[in-house]
């Protein structure tokens, strides 16, 4: 699901707070570097140890898989579980053009349809596809592990 290069990286202001948020398609260099985003990133990140036997069983897994993210830049959840994730996949084998960040107003929305037929309640929302099916999703926090919550929707049959 990828939109056109006039959006990608757009800044707004929220007009709840006045704070400036990301929105639309993002790329996780702007991302990580957002002022909102990066002092949480910037400990997270290199904090985050991903559990070795379920990394391990994520990297075959991953083969072929897409993944979009929905996260808001002024979320505490998406502040913490983006490195945790981020963390996990430079472990692994996905390709990063096979992941989509989408950033999101505090009333779950983008500019266009980004979401459409997406269903977003709460962010962080990470989908996981096969081509264009989805095979599950990891909502605001992981149940066990970003790691571990991907190995689990990558193990259905």
């Given at each position: 699901?990828?939109?056109g ?5 757009k800044q707004v202001e929220d ?5 400036i948020i ?9 991302i990580?570097?957002?002022?909102t985003?990066k ?9 985050y140890?991903p559990?070795?036997?379920?990394l391990n069983d994520?990297l ?5 898989k897409?993944i979009?993210?929905?996260l808001g830049t ?6 913490e579980?983006l490195?945790h994730?981020?963390k ?8 990063e ?7 999101v ?6 500019e266009?349809?980004?979401?459409k037929?997406?269903?977003?309640d ?10 264009e ?5 990891i909502i605001?926090k992981?149940?066990?592990?970003i790691e ?10």
């Open positions: 699901m990828k939109t290069a006039q959006h990608i990286n007009p709840s707070t006045g704070e990301l929105i639309n398609t993002c790329t996780r260099d702007i990580t570097v957002f002022p985003m002092e949480k990133y910037d400990i997270e990140y290199p904090d140890a559990e070795p036997n379920a994520l075959p897994l991953l083969k072929d897409n979009t993210i929905v002024w979320c505490g959840d998406s502040r579980q490195p994730f981020l996990t996949i430079d472990s692994s084998s996905i390709v053009e096979n992941i989509t960040f989408i950033c107003d505090r009333a779950k929305e983008t266009d349809e980004l979401l037929d997406l269903n977003i709460r962010v962080p929302t990470f989908i996981i596809y096969q081509s099916e989805e095979l599950g999703r605001e992981p149940t066990i592990s571990e919550d991907l190995v689990q929707i990558l193990s259905k049959k």
